[in-house]
């Protein structure tokens, strides 16, 4: 029997944990053109399908790293997190979801803060996560985007908001329908102040976010394709009884009805929001208010009143304003 064996294998046998392509993981497919995309060819082009220009979803922080300059921003308001206000269970508690979406999306909340410059021009950036609960606004994402506001307004920056959102926080009820009058109400505030506020909507905006401070922006952008609405193309037919039009609530056909500025490619967008700032930003008016700024506390703003001092301005920046007025009465 043994002259049929051979004494040595040939081939060597791969353990089977060892038995892995080794480019494996590192396509992915493109839902739109089917081409199987480097995924690091995808990270270059800003998770843009380089074949047909297919807008995958981007979370928050590469979205602030893409916009500013050298990408370089300050985080901000990361101590602001949902609680339970209703203790609100349905097939899990709220509790349980809002750690588990932690957890899988490695953000504190759906929104995330950031501060920094972009074309050299002071910029206050709220950008949506959806991965986060769908990117849901409940009292924590309203708070934190009302804090932005306001300290753009204290600092004389100018708003973006790259909204990314499936509408209210369900499980919050009526206290995550009350930010959607809170943020514009902040927003007057900065609009009497004549800053800019622009409005990046990408895939989807819609629901409660879309009623309230995505559609205020004084200029409103869109990504290409993306779904930007209200209520749902089904809930709609059901209502009015009437076939709705292709690509109903898609960017373009917005566009084409006035209910956008512009639809924007991702990769061309720093470029955009740039040219909109030089346009937008008076840099003398910029020079005038930080030396006002400097000399006495923030006037006409909601951070001014002294009972809600504590909880909606961070206390960081609190003490800095503190201190850059106390110094500037010492000098004087
Ligand atoms: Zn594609």
């Not at 629901?207 to 709609?236: C, H, N, Y």
């Not at 809600?308 to 007025?325: E, V």
Request: charged letters at 25%; proline letters at 5%; a negative charge.
């Amino acid at each position: 029997m043994s002259w049929f064996r051979k004494k040595n294998p040939r081939i060597e046998v791969v353990p089977t944990d060892e038995r892995r392509v080794k480019t494996e993981g590192q396509f992915c497919k493109c839902p739109e053109c089917d081409a199987a995309i480097f995924k690091r060819d995808l990270e270059e082009s800003l998770q843009v399908c380089p074949h047909c220009s297919h807008h995958f979803r981007l979370d928050a922080r590469s979205r602030l790293a893409m916009l500013y300059d050298e990408a370089e921003y300050e985080e901000l308001d990361d101590e602001v997190v949902s609680s339970d206000p209703l203790h609100f269970v349905d097939t899990k508690p709220y509790t349980v979801r809002l750690e588990q979406a932690r957890l899988s999306s490695g953000l504190p909340e759906a929104v995330i803060n950031g501060r920094g410059r972009i074309g050299g021009h002071l910029a206050h950036v709220a950008a949506m996560d959806f991965s986060f609960m769908g990117g849901s606004m409940g009292c924590a994402v309203g708070e934190k985007i009302t804090r932005l506001i306001e300290r753009a307004t204290a600092e004389r920056g100018a708003v973006i908001t790259i909204s990314s959102s499936g509408g209210a926080r369900m499980q919050e009820g009526t206290l995550s329908l009350m930010q959607m009058a809170k943020i514009s109400a902040a927003l007057a505030v900065l609009d009497e102040a004549h800053l800019p506020f622009i409005s990046v909507l990408t895939d989807p905006t819609t629901g409660g976010v879309t009623a309230s401070f995505a559609m205020l922006g004084d200029i409103i952008i869109a990504e290409p394709k993306a779904l930007i609405g209200f209520a749902g193309p089904r809930v709609i037919e059901q209502t009015i009884r009437q076939k709705l039009p292709k690509d109903f609530q898609r960017a373009e056909f917005l566009l084409e009805h006035g209910m956008v500025d512009a639809v924007v490619d991702r990769r061309e967008m720093r470029a955009f929001l740039i040219k909109a700032l030089n346009f937008m930003v008076n840099p003398a008016a910029q020079v005038e208010a930080q030396t006002e700024a400097q000399s006495s506390e923030p006037q006409g703003s909601l951070t001014s009143d002294p009972d809600r001092n504590g909880h909606r301005q961070s206390p960081a920046t609190d003490l800095k304003i503190k201190a850059q007025s106390k110094a500037q009465n010492q000098s004087t």
